[in-house]
């Protein structure tokens, strides 16, 4: 059976979704009969760049267009849908990277059109290209022949040379909003007469992630796994092994509850049932995204951030469980001690009282301490677009001192420090203009902080958590 995503590719401009941008300039070339030699389709996967180059080359051999639109009914527009034109090749340049395609191309490209009035070449990926296969390239490009046009696909235009892009039309293609991919998605469910709800619908928008192609094959496979009954929520989570929405609410509920015990029991759980544990930190995260999107609370940004530091820091251990198994109890434990102040340090003898109490917070500073919310400095740089900062103080765990703020990364972060390293100064400055304070700032790679995190969970719980080498 063909495939889903196959079976409803667009094959007319009118019925391309979004993509105002490449569709304008497309349509307007077609109109004004003044079609670029080469273009550059750049944008995620599953955009519609394969999709449009197809529509446009069969507006460009049509004989029964209309305006910019192609018949889809002739012989060329379907030979072209099929994929079997003479003059219409697509070339995947992911698994021909090398010269040999590119020179086969460059010889043949002065031949006049079999079929149609142009030749089209689509190339898929051509970022992936060998550096003399762009050279020839080049060469063609420089000197375009008559009645061609090259459609250059990629997904990472920062891997073109800039000489390519200097000699091509760039057109850039969106990720989808959400809502787009759910018209869509209701359309095909309609279409194939699959009964399913709307919130599993929106649960496989949201799975997606913006990319049409994956939403289509995942809608396929959860109406695959369900036969013929009525699809809801627990199908969908069913299908496509999503730890259910409950236990996510769990989760973050026993977070910003403070209870680190809770916190570990569900992480143990969530892995236990054969979840992954790094899309559960996902879905927790696109859930508190959406909780703030509908009701901004500072409680749930600060909870966002702790997320945010759990994901990447998880990234750097082999063992994903116990990584975000005590990141997790880190976090609750943070919270813990905002309700209750934190107690005195004390000779840890009555381990399993401390337990109970759950007051003890995770503190592996040893120094009293004043944690401080930088959410407006990273909303400034958010708004600048200073990515590489914002990502470099989202992972670090800031605290103040006196005149002093601390700045500290765990040691598998050594990159983000170096980075600040040469920046200390705007950093300052930064505190100073967005957060209103007058600080010297201090950079620090903190050799001991895991160490003592370990240790500290280990007192804490003694017996249940194995640090395992
Ligand atoms: N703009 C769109 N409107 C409607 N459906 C779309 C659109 N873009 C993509 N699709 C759907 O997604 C499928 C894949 O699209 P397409 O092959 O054009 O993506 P692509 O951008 O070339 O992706 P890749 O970079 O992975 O090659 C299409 O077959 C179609 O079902
Ligand atoms: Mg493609
Ligand atoms: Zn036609």
Known sequence: MEALYRKYRPKSFSQVIDQVQAKLVLQNAILTDRVSHAYIFSG?????????????????????????????????????????????VELDAASNRGIDEIRRIRDAVVFKPMMGLYKVYIIDEFHMLTREAFNALLKTL?????????????????????????????????????????????????????????????LIAKRASGGMRDALTLFEQVSSYALNDRITVETVERALGLAPIGTVEEYLRALMD?????????????????????????????????????????????????????????????????????????????????????????EQTKNVERVEQKSEAVNVQSKPTDQIDISALLDYLREQGDMAMYVALVQAKIAKRDGTVEVSFLPSQRFQYEYLREKLFELEYLFKTQLKLNVTVELKVDEEREKQLLEKLQRMFPGRIKIEE
């Open 142 to 202: 420089e000197e375009p022949p008559e009645r061609v046009v090259f459609v250059l696909a990629t997904t990472n235009l920062e891997r073109v040379p800039p000489t390519i892009i200097s000699r091509c039309q760039l057109i850039e293609f969106r990720s989808f909003k959400e809502d787009d991919i759910l018209q869509q998605l209701k359309f095909v469910a309609s279409k194939e007469n699959v009964p399913i709800d709307e919130d599993a619908l929106k």
């Open 44 to 88: 995620p996967r599953g955009s519609g760049k394969t999709t449009l180059a197809r529509i446009l080359a069969k507006a460009l051999n049509c004989p029964n267009r209309k305006d910019f639109e192609p018949c889809c009914t002739c012989e060329s527009c379907v030979s072209i849908d099929k994929g079997n034109h003479p003059d219409v």
């Open 258 to 346: 403070g209870d680190p015990r809770q916190a570990s029991e569900i992480v143990d759980r969530v892995y236990e049932e054969g979840y992954d544990i790094e899309q559960f930190i996902q879905i927790c995260l696109e859930q508190v995204e959406e909780k703030i999107t509908v009701h901004p609370s500072t409680e749930m940004i600060a909870l966002a951030r702790d997320l945010m530091n759990l994901t990447s820091e998880m990234r750097f251990f082999e063992n994903k469980k116990m990584a975000c198994k005590l990141l997790s109890m880190d976090i609750a434990a943070k919270r813990g001690t905002k309700a209750q102040p934190t107690q005195p340090a004390q």
